[in-house]
Every structure is written in C-alpha cells, then in structure tokens.
C-alpha cells in the first residue's frame, strides 16, 4: 500500500504540509528529453556515443565506433586511454566492474574484476598492538593494494566479447602516454594537491612531476614512457604481458623492497569473475545493476522497492519530505549494508531476502513521515546474528573513482566503474611500470565496527581473507524499458554516496521525466546511517532546509559536490543523449561519426 500524503499530517505539521502541496503530475510522454527552454542541454547522436570523465578518453572510444567496433571494443579503449590521461582513478593498478548488455542476444552480464586480497593476507593485518586499526598502514603503505584486477577485466571483456583486434583498442592509449597529454587545469591541481603523498614515493615523482620537482602547469605536456612500454607489452602479450613477464617482475619487485604481499602466483592466478547482474523492477521499468562484491546493485533496488511505496512526485522534487523519504529509505540500506553484504565466493550474501518487495514494504511501515529517524535505533533489519557496530564514525567523500558509458548503434550498453580506491590508490608506483597500485585493502573491514577511509561500516561478511574481493559501492547500472530494451545507462564516483547518486539519477529520469542533463546537474542529497547526518549539495532552498531541521534531521554544515555521473539515456527514434556530470572538469561526450 501506498504511503499518501492525509489531511492528520497536514494539520500536526504545518510547514511540511505546505511543502506537499506541491506536485509534479506531468506524464512523462509529454515532456521531450530535450527542451530548448531548458538551462541543461546533452550531447546527442543518431550512432553510438562514449561519456567518461576524460574528453579526450570519450573521444578515442567514440573513434573506435566509427572504425566500426562495438561498444565493448569502445569501451577498453577508453578504460586504456583513462589510464594516461586520469592517473588519479583511470588505471592499470587497480579494479572495476562492468555491466555490459548484448543487443543480438539480449543477455546482460557483470564482469567482475575487483581486486583481490593477496594469499599472505591476513584478518588482523591491519591492526596494531593494542588491536586498533592503523589507518596509514591500510591506506598508504605497501600494504594497502590488492592484486591489480583492471588489466585482466578489461581483457577478458575484449576478448570475450570485443570485434576489433586487441592491438586497435589498446594502440591510442600507448600513443597518448609515449607522445604525451596536454596536462589540464584539473590533473595539474589534483597533482598539486596530491603532492605531498605522491613526492614520497621515487616512482610516482618521476612519473607525476618535474626532474627538479616542480609541478606541471595547466597546458605543459606530460610524457609517460615507462607506461607507454607496460601498454605496448600488453598489445603484445596480452594478459601474460601484465600478470607475467616484465611486467609482474616490476610488481614483485616494488613489492619486495618493502616487505609487501603480492608475489608472482598472486598475479597470475588473478580471476576475473563473471556474474550475472542484480535485478529489480521500479514500476513498469527494470533495472540491472552489478552483484556482490559490489553493494551497490543490491541497495540500489532495495531503495527503490522502498520507494515504490511513496508517491514521489506528489512529494515534489527536492521538497524537505521527498528529501526526508530519501533520507530514510538510505538509512536502511546503509544499515544492511554493514551487516550482510560481501564477496559472494567467502560469504553467503542474503541477496533475495534484501531486495524482496515485502522486506521493502516491512522497512517502510516503519518510517515516520513527520519526524526522522535516530539511526541508533535503526538496527539491520532481516533478524540475522551479527557483531555489534561502533556508531561514533566520521564520514569522508571520495572523488577518486571513475564511470564511463558506452552505447553502440548496434544497441550494446557498457556501463564500467574503476578505480585505485583513494585518488592515485596508495600513492605508490610501479618503478620501471609507470602506474600507480591501488590501496583497495581498506574497504576490507579491518576491524568489525570501524569504518574504512569513506566513513562506511562493516562486519565479518567483509573482513580480510587471502583471495577475497573487498566489498564496493560502485554501481554501474543500466535501466530497461517494458519490452527489454535498454533506456538509460548510468554510474558515478563517489565512494559511499555512489549509491544514492546513482538511485537519484534514475529517480529524476523515471519518477520526474527530466532528461538526462538536468537529471545529472540538479542537487544531491546523501545519507549513508552513520555518521547520522544528512548531506546536502548548495541549490536547496533555505526554507526545505529549515523544513528538515525542524522533522530531526542532522544537517552538515559541509557543502560538497557529489559525484560525477557519465550517463546515456536512450530517446524517440533511437536517438541518444548524453551527459558528463558538470560537477567535475575535463569530463566529455564524444558521438560516433
């Protein structure tokens, strides 16, 4: 049953009354993806279309469609080229998940390459000797990086499922780091913030800054040989071009001058797992989205089975109870979250029991529509034992992952999130590789009840095992109309706010018929349980504001963007339109000529 808006509430809460007044009742086959009078406005193409981070990446995978490949093809040349040209997120070192779906067969899969924990891990190897976490060990040291999964994900997706060869996908990223990128506003103040951790390590000051150590400015050209040669042994070999050889030589090495785990058999037993996608039904539409280890498919459809119980657009868009319902829809996933989610292969994630449309309503009944909840008594809720959680947590915001989507005139949908974990991992380079290793053992629950460098929760389902995957929030997704073909493929940085990005990107399009440019600009709002407060982006009024400070809720003081979605909505006549997230520079659309 539906959760309406009745003239009790009306009347025991005055101000939030007259926030419900308003509604959004327009049906979404009046409303045209593109609106000249409109303030947003998307790239839009009749072919196929790349949107990623990097305009220069969008455009080398939009090149490889109009040679003719498809979007796989399309999409590991961008993931390649966002390895040159975003060293803080784009990658060699690191991981992702993809979530591809096949026109000709209209299958949809994930592609799991998350890396994993190496075979010398232990539970406590983060802990020091009065049993607390040490946080510079599990994040910038040595020890902080799983085996590197990317190379091999990106390969397998190739290989798998690509039509170009592999020597045409992977050639435009070797050219940009031998003949250099034109160093931007944002990599050369990223750099410069980075400084100090990068200036630490001798691979990344040679790699990332100047031989008498000044910065790169805003236009200086930026060679990376070293990553050039690691590239071309990949063309040339590969897997066994990264995972053995030269290559896993450099690694074994890097790791062997300061006592770190990841040895040669680590490397070449690396799997890239493929899965089949989490699925859910919002209303009339589907959506599918990427399976433990990630979390985020899972709580992605569970806050949406959540929200099919309240008529959202009656509640007006960003109005303080459309905000609170969100809010406390997110409370309760965060909280299931900390309790129940991680990697599939060690631990039994209750999957169907989280994304069940009774749970959903279960979860609902509880909540208040005129006073918020206190997340100390929002408690996990499937009733299964677990170890009691430390509450008393600060939270951090990640920039430091990347999404790209890819959609081909054939009708394939690529939507891949990567990344090192924090922006440029653990800070520390492959000498002699030219690329950074990520620092992706901290989202391991180190310790049950303290929290990772994003502020998140977890328990034992999440604790270092040697060749477990650490639990994730990305959430590459694609959304489905009622006949299967796909309408809208999404995903964002963002560490623990990737989720409820995501979710809002597909609220605005499904529930409030924007298209995608003012679906991707429009203010976020984030809630993750703990810490128990709500974050808002600047654009929301001061009026909803005090509105949700007066119901209970613990508005930060911090202003902060969130995100950077790259997304392709499908329109009439198969056009398509897409948006890269205003919130960050450098980001772009490139169409398939």
């Not at 790699?207 to 042994?233: C, H, I, M």
């Not at 490397?267 to 959506?287: A, F, I, M, T």
Request: proline share 5%.
């Amino acid at each position: 049953m539906k959760v309406k808006i009745c003239e009790k509430h009306r009347l025991r809460v005055l101000i939030l009354s007259f926030v419900l007044c308003f509604s959004s009742l327009v049906s979404s086959s009046d409303v045209p993806i593109i609106d000249s009078n409109s303030r947003f406005h998307p790239v839009f193409g009749s072919l196929g279309m790349v949107v990623s981070q990097e305009q220069v990446a969008s455009e080398i995978g939009a090149a490889i469609l109009t040679k003719g490949g498809n979007a796989i093809d399309a999409a590991v040349a961008t993931g390649f080229a966002l390895a040159v040209t975003l060293p803080r997120a784009g990658n060699l070192g690191g991981g992702g998940f993809m979530v591809i779906h096949l026109a000709d067969s209209k299958d949809t899969i994930t592609i799991d390459y998350r890396e994993m924990a190496p075979i010398a891990a232990t539970t406590e190897m983060f802990l020091d000797e009065s049993g607390e976490v040490d946080n510079k060990k599990a994040r910038y040291s040595i020890y902080s990086s799983g085996v590197p999964g990317t190379v091999a994900g990106l390969l397998y997706a190739h290989e798998k499922f690509g039509s170009l060869s592999l020597a045409e996908v992977i050639t435009p990223a070797i050219d940009l780091a031998k003949n250099g990128i034109e160093v931007s506003i944002d990599l050369s103040s990223s750099l410069a913030t980075r400084r100090a951790r990068l200036m630490k390590d001798d691979g990344s000051r040679a790699y990332f800054y100047k031989k008498n150590g000044d910065s790169y400015l805003p236009g200086e050209v930026l060679k990376q040989n070293d990553l050039a040669e690691t590239l071309k042994r990949i063309k040339s070999y590969g897997r066994p071009g990264f995972y053995q050889g030269l290559t896993a030589d450099l690694i074994v090495k890097e790791m062997a001058e300061s006592g770190g785990l990841i040895t040669h058999s680590d490397l070449k037993n690396y799997r890239v797992v493929e899965r089949n996608p989490v699925c859910g039904s919002y209303h009339d539409k589907r959506v599918c989205a990427m399976p433990p280890p990630s979390s985020g498919g899972v709580h992605l459809i569970q806050m949406l089975n959540m929200l099919e119980n309240f008529e959202l657009q009656q509640l007006g868009h960003n109005s303080a109870a459309y905000i609170h319902a969100l809010v406390e829809v997110m409370r309760r996933a965060y909280a299931d979250r900390s309790a129940y989610l991680g990697d599939p292969d060690y631990y039994d994630v209750p999957v169907e029991r989280i994304i069940d449309k009774e749970y959903a309503k279960e979860l609902v009944s509880k909540i208040s529509l005129t006073k918020s909840s206190d997340s100390s008594n929002v408690l996990p809720g499937l009733g299964i034992d677990i170890e009691s959680l430390s509450k008393k947590r600060q939270y951090r915001e990640s920039e430091e992952t990347t999404h790209f989507s890819v959609w081909d005139s054939f009708g394939n949908v690529v939507s891949n999130t990567t990344t090192l974990n924090f922006s440029y991992g653990s800070g520390i380079s492959v000498s002699g590789g030219g690329f950074l290793l990520n620092n992706e053992m901290d989202d391991f629950s180190s310790k049950p009840g303290a929290p990772n460098g994003f502020g998140l929760l977890g328990g034992t389902a999440n604790e270092i095992e040697p060749g477990k995957r650490p639990l994730s929030s990305m959430t590459p997704t694609i959304v489905f109309d009622q006949k299967g073909s796909p309408i809208l493929t999404t995903g964002s940085p963002g560490g623990s706010t990737i989720i409820t990005i995501v979710l809002q990107i597909i609220l605005n399009v499904l529930e409030f018929d924007m298209g995608i440019a003012e679906a991707s600009s429009v203010p976020r709002i984030h809630h993750q349980w703990f810490p128990d407060r709500l974050y808002l982006e600047s654009g929301i009024s001061e009026d909803t504001k005090s509105v949700l400070k007066t119901i209970g809720h613990k508005i930060s003081p911090r202003t902060r963007i969130m995100g950077s979605t790259q997304s392709i909505q499908k329109g009439p006549n198969n056009f398509l339109f897409g948006k890269s997230d205003p919130r960050r520079q450098g980001a772009g659309e490139a169409v398939q000529k």
